[in-house]
T-cell receptor
């Protein structure tokens, strides 16, 4: 299975942009890249996903390297409510299922 | 609309005992997934139901784990007998369809402690 590598933790000041990196050097051509985040005492929640092109939604942007071996989740203006563990996930289609392969996650601390 | 719910939120049992975890997916979601995170490790896929059928159970660690989804609604995950290494957080997720575009909605998890 392909794996993802993320820094254990990062800090950001409130209202500043945050770039959360993820390395997935063994990604295959059909694997999608997903980002979820986990707020305290909750399960992971969807943030964004993409395959090859950069993606934007109301929560964040996803920048995918041309060779797809890395990606970056961009929070344009961090707020205190964005403090969470952010997971970079690959979804691989095997055995009839799009199986999520989680990274270890980056704990984001937002400073007021 | 209610989200994915899991019961109990926390369970403490002794080695050798049996525990049953329950997951209620979002109404109308045919796809239900179980994951777990053991101490210090990443969250790992256990299995995937489509309605009442097991689509993929390749992540189930061994035959001490049994998952069911009778009637295609709620699901249970039974661990019998529990071992120390089974301690961790068990998450359930559901999605309307199983394709890659379909967001999975996660429950808050059940924290299992085996003493």
């Amino acid at each position: 299975d392909a794996k993802t590598t993320q820094p254990n933790s990062m800090e950001s000041n409130e209202e500043e942009p945050v770039h959360l990196p993820c390395n997935h050097s063994t990604i295959s051509g059909t694997d999608y890249i997903h980002w979820y985040r986990q707020l305290p005492s909750q399960g992971p929640e969807y943030v964004i996903h993409g395959l090859t092109s950069n993606v934007n939604n109301r929560m964040a942007s996803l920048a995918i390297a041309e060779d797809r071996k890395s990606s970056t989740l961009i929070l344009h203006r961090a707020t205190l409510r964005d403090a969470a563990v952010y997971y970079c996930i690959l979804s691989a289609y095997t055995s009839g299922t799009y199986k999520y392969i989680f990274g270890t996650g980056t704990r984001l601390k937002v400073l007021a | 609309e209610a989200g994915v719910t899991q019961f109990p939120s926390h369970s403490v049992i002794e080695k050798g005992q049996t525990v049953t975890l329950r997951c209620d997916p979002i109404s109308g979601h045919d796809n239900l997934y179980w994951y777990r995170r053991v101490m210090g490790k990443e969250i790992k896929f256990l299995l995937h139901f489509v309605k009442e059928s097991k689509q993929d159970e390749s992540g189930m660690p061994n035959n001490r784990f049994l998952a069911e989804r009778t009637g295609g609604t709620y699901s249970t995950l039974k661990v019998q007998p529990a071992e120390l290494e089974d301690s961790g957080v068990y998450f359930c997720a559901s999605s309307q369809w199983g394709g890659v575009y379909n967001e999975q909605f996660f429950g808050p998890g059940t924290r299992l402690t085996v003493l």
